[in-house]
């Protein structure tokens, strides 16, 4: 098996065709990483999601920092993984932002359920407040397996 390094293009390529990553970041030097479901604007270099109010979104509050991985698995010898380094940025229902959420709303309606899982219900039936946020992407790398032949 060889590993071969992925350019940006190829990295963009996968961001495109992923709508589920690992979301990392980190408050009072503690690492968080969990699932996320995003998606990708080569146009604008970010990506967008969205949440209920909880963890992630007050530890990305204090430290904007953050990274997301995401990966396509064949096998133990075929695989392609990709990080996304970059800063959270909270779209807000303004004026200002309303391109962009217009923009995240236009890529989120691309996904089958789409709505899922930030909008389910807690157990007390309620609907929480969602937050629609962006990963400003400041730097991408990526990594492919190749099968080698003997």
Known sequence: MLIHELSERDCFEVLGRGTLGRLGCARHDQPYVVPIHFSFDPDRR??????????????MRDNPQVCLEVEEIAD?????????????????????DAEARRRAELLFRQRGEWWLPASGRTKAGEHGEVVVYSVVIDRVTGRRTVRSHP
């Open 46 to 59: 970010c990506l967008y999601a969205f949440s209920a109010i909880g963890q992630k979104i007050e530890w």
């Open 76 to 96: 133990s010898h075929q695989w392609t993984t990709v990080v996304v380094m970059g800063r959270y940025l909270e779209i807000q229902r303004t004026p200002e």
